[in-house]
């Protein structure tokens, strides 16, 4: 079956540092790459997405660039900032008609001042 | 924003009571999903709808029945509520006029069982 591993956490940062999380899959097929955030106390909000390999998702200076080769889904950002702060979820899709989303365990990001 | 509502928020009951969550959309999307998000697991699924009255079982449905009789409500129940069903539960809708799984959750029901 579909899986998703992500690196755990949390992350602590310094505003302005650079930011990698880590995002690995299983799958058949070409699945649909997904990174979702959660603010403190809110439900889940697409950040970004990529539906085919070596396409790049951006968003808010967030990037993921699909790689099939090394079934990744890194995601990146330059300067991170305090807001920033959330727990992010990397997900993948097959391409069934009405498939479900397997999600990973999530990475708490800390970003202090 | 999606408009999707959920009630309630928080609800704390004891166990073997009955409860029923509710998810309301106002987006006519044909798909609904009940996940639960606990600690160390992340999201999984519980149910899914593609349809008024077509439901399916998601990963973790044991203790768990839905219902959908109009495309805007999805309704959650547990039977006998257990401990081990504490837990934060989000619903989140979809339509698949893009190729690929795009979806939109609500904000939660925290839900404490005694």
């Known amino acids: 079956g579909n899986s998703v591993t992500q690196m755990e956490g949390p992350v602590t940062l310094s505003e302005e540092a650079f930011l990698t999380i880590n995002c690995t899959y299983t799958?058949?097929?070409?699945?649909?790459l997904f990174w979702y955030v959660q603010y403190p106390g809110e439900g889940l909000q697409l950040l970004l997405k990529?539906?085919?390999?070596?396409d790049k998702g951006s968003n808010k200076g967030f990037e993921a660039t699909y790689r099939k080769e090394t079934t990744s889904f890194h995601l990146e950002k330059g300067s991170v900032q305090v807001s920033d702060s959330a727990v992010y979820f990397c997900a993948l899709s097959d391409q069934r008609g009405y498939s479900t989303l397997t999600f990973g365990k999530g990475t708490m990001l800390l970003v202090s001042p | 924003d999606a408009g999707i509502t959920q009630s309630p928020r928080h609800k704390v009951t004891e166990t073997g009571t009955p409860v029923t969550l509710r998810c309301h959309q106002t987006?006519?999307?044909?798909?609904m999903y009940w996940y639960r998000q606990d600690p160390g697991h992340g999201l999984r699924l519980i149910h899914y709808?593609?349809?008024?009255?077509?439901?399916d079982k998601g990963e973790v449905s044991d203790g768990y029945s839905v219902s959908r009789s109009k495309t805007e409500d999805f309704l959650l129940t547990l039977e006998s509520a257990t401990s081990s069903q504490t837990s934060v539960y989000f619903c989140a809708i979809s339509e698949m006029s893009n190729s690929y799984n795009e979806q939109f959750f609500g904000p939660g029901t925290r839900l404490t069982v005694l």
């Open positions: 799958a058949t097929g070409y699945p649909s």
């Open positions: 709808s593609y349809g008024v009255k077509d439901t």
């Open positions: 990529a539906t085919k390999a070596d």
């Open positions: 987006e006519n999307h044909r798909y």
